[in-house]
């Protein structure tokens, strides 16, 4: 009696070769060039139409819906399917921003319209946020996602790099009004190709859907709670980043006046930043793995926040351009890798409702350290507020290679 030998499994395609994959890539930069652009013009049109201070209202009207309504935006995600809520995303974008720029173009409403349209934007955001970041294991196998996520954060970089100057091109060439309608056909650009994507089964596990909408966060924030890696990844995003986003805005520029180095300076410290940043995602996106990645996580934390505490006492604008680069390969390095351990350990069926977890410690949370962090440098000065800053930083790397779990945590694939 012979026996068949059971024919190999084919070899997974790398993420950077999937069709699916590059769709996704190219919609998810599409929206953040859209985004860019988007708030560069509502800058700019918001300056033109009133004082300094109502145009910084304007800009921070959408943080407001955006934090308040994150959590709900994950249980949409879970129970829509976050391809569909991505979609109604950004049509909703396209069609408001595209609106506002005809209305500019035929009159000149004030800032009522301006502030309105913020209003909208962080209800969308709410929405958009979770569903982009529960929207890879549904295009990628398993053992890609790490890749998947080192692609996300070089298109987000690209669209921070790219989306200034060209927001800053539309409206020299005309005015907010060019600018916001090419915001709005970005955003109209991902639709086309998020409807393209061809979609893996639904999860397996039911963790959204057999009830009301409250009782899934509810069900979503326990599952969160008593995950060994997950949990203490939350506290561990919300500690670097309350260390972080403080002294990298209000700090560094506080910092630039100070040393003499003037806003160019300050661009090129986050020029800096940027390059070392996208270099850790293209680590990421071309090793598809980091070995010991919730070591290497924490360790990279930990030197990253020395990083942080070292640009307080730089004088030299080449020396700072060079500490802003490993503070970028660093940060950028563990922010990666613990966004791949989200997407990689988390079940699919919860991943909206976790995204929006990481997102409000990140985007919701965090920037409430600006205003404590100016008035901290008012009465201190650069160098305390930014060892504080240092301290929070290591703190949550100590936690992280503390945690057992976290510390063994290990990403899916082949290096």
């Keep these: 009696m012979t026996t068949t030998a059971a024919p190999a499994a084919a070899p997974t395609r790398p993420a950077h070769r999937d069709p699916d994959v590059l769709r996704w890539v190219g919609a998810y930069t599409a929206s953040t060039l859209g985004d860019s652009v988007y708030y560069l013009a509502l800058s700019w049109a918001a300056v033109s139409s009133g004082t300094p201070a109502q145009a910084g209202l304007v800009m921070a009207v959408s943080a407001v819906p955006r934090a308040l309504l994150l959590l709900a935006g994950g249980v949409v995600a879970d129970r829509l399917g976050p391809r569909r809520v991505v979609i109604g995303s950004d049509t909703v974008r396209a069609l408001v921003v595209l609106g506002l720029a005809a209305t500019l173009f035929l009159a000149s409403p004030g800032l009522w319209l301006l502030a309105v349209v913020g209003v909208v934007f962080g209800i969308v955001d709410a929405l958009f946020l979770p569903a982009v970041g529960a929207l890879p294991p549904r295009i990628a196998p398993h053992d890609q996602l790490a890749r998947v996520q080192g692609l996300r954060g070089l298109a987000h970089r690209c669209g921070a790099v790219l989306g200034a100057p060209l927001g800053g091109l539309a409206v020299a060439l005309g005015g907010p009004t060019a600018a916001f309608g090419a915001a709005g056909l970005l955003f109209a650009l991902s639709v086309p190709l998020l409807a393209a994507l061809r979609l893996g089964p639904p999860p397996a596990t039911d963790g959204a859907g057999g009830g009301t909408a409250l009782s899934d966060l509810a ?197």
């Excluded at 260390?243 to 986050?270: C, D, H, K, T, Y």
């Design 219 to 415: 069900d979503g924030l326990r599952y969160l709670r008593g995950h060994r890696v997950l949990g203490p990844l939350m506290v561990i995003v919300l500690l670097s980043d309350l260390g972080f986003v403080g002294p990298l805005n209000v700090g560094l520029a506080v910092l630039a006046e100070q040393r003499g180095w003037g806003a160019s300076g300050m661009g090129w410290i986050l020029a800096g930043f940027g390059t070392g940043a996208g270099a850790a995602s293209l680590l990421l996106a071309v090793r598809g793995r980091v070995p010991h990645a919730g070591a290497v996580s924490g360790w990279t934390m930990l030197l990253g926040a020395g990083s942080i505490g070292a640009l307080a006492f730089t004088t030299g604008l080449p020396v700072a351009v060079g500490v802003g680069l490993s503070i970028g390969l660093l940060a950028g390095l563990s922010g990666a890798l613990c966004n791949a351990l989200v997407q990689t350990h988390c079940d699919p069926a919860y991943l909206g409702r976790v995204s929006a977890v990481s997102g409000l410690c990140s985007l919701g949370l965090a920037p409430l350290s600006f205003p404590l962090t100016g008035a901290a440098i008012a009465m201190w000065g650069t160098g305390p507020v930014y060892a504080v800053s240092a301290a929070v930083c290591a703190l949550s790397g100590v936690y992280g290679l503390l945690v057992p779990a976290v510390r063994k945590a290990e990403l899916p694939g082949t290096a």
